[in-house]
């Protein structure tokens, strides 16, 4: 059983405690690109932190403390220039490496003044890839960001969803690695929705592994081979906070020890003879976790995950549970995480930092599902396959994808024609 003390170590995620110096030696994405498009700056916490991010008119990205260096101004009120990030409150300027280049007042009657040489603000440097702004929360110099493979990949539709979730990041993770609730939280739940009293094929044989990013869960379900991908190929939880799934990638990135942002990318190939979709912009849209009455959403897969996490109550009381044979990967992820946070106070790089670009460029995952992949069927078949035809009526994972998206996505995959 686990201690109270363990469960603190393992969910706290501050500047000053172990798991906080863990996560903040790897890149995490935080945004969509695409939601700057209206709006230059928004308020973001993470880890902890009270932060501002930005996009100037220079298209540089920035992520800065939310407080002015002046006087503690919110700088998420401010106004983005050519470079940098304006306070609204005295007009000092902030560049995103942090540096202070222009204090108007005392420029003017001071113009030789040192003084805005030696003042910063805390900043965090930001790039985008494929659509996602990642950022680096921890000691200079930053890794190398991974560009995962899927992020190379071209012709396809592409969307980012967001949800902010008010519970601990970890009960999140730990779904990732829990093959078991697939059956449960979404299969049969699904099935009740429905009305139906049936039982989805129960799971026969699980394993857990180590493997290159992170840990590989593997699961065969009652009348399916050995041979089935999902056994022989498995599916990864990429270290530390992220689960790639084929054709999407989850993240689960703590806004605080209570709260967390949930945020995916999905790719979808358009059917055979249609495309290859030149996209212009990947729109990121939010997911919303309760409905207009304030009752859970559980018609949709993310969201059923989420309302199991959120139920485990704002930090899950780890001292109480009664671990099964089905949490074996659970266990495993946590033990992880307890070696790495111990490498990193001995003052060592933790598992998969990468610090070769070369090899960083575009790194290969294990890909479930590339058979089903949109574009082995023409629409035709789509829709009749159980899995495609649900992608032609709504968004599988998540509620509330905005009609504008929607159209988007019938346009690339052809359904307009
Ligand atoms: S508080 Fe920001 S410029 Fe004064
Ligand atoms: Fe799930």
Redesign the pocket.
Known sequence: MMSAEENRRLTEVGPDKPMGKLLRRYWFPFAGASEFDEKATKPVRLLGEDLVAYRDLDGNYGLLDRH??????D?SNGFVEQCGLR??????LMRHDGAVIA?PYDDTVNPDSPRKHTVKSRAYPVREVAGLLFTYMGPLPAPELPIWGPFKWTGGFCEIVRSDVPCNWLQCQENTIDPVHFEWAHDNWSQRLAGSREYSGTHTKLAFEEADYGHVYRRIREGQEESNELWTMGRLVLWPMGFFLGEHFEWHIPVDDENSLNISWFYSRPPKGVGPYEQQRVPTWESPIKDEKGAWITSHVINQDIVAWVGQGRIADRTKENLALSDRGVVMLRRAYTEEMKRVEEGHDPRWVIRDPALAECIPLPYVGRTIGGDQMTLEQWKEHPYLKLRLSDHRHCAGQPRRVREEFALAMGMDR
């Open positions: 002015c260096p002046h006087r503690r101004a700088l306070c609204s409150y005295h007009g000092w204090t």
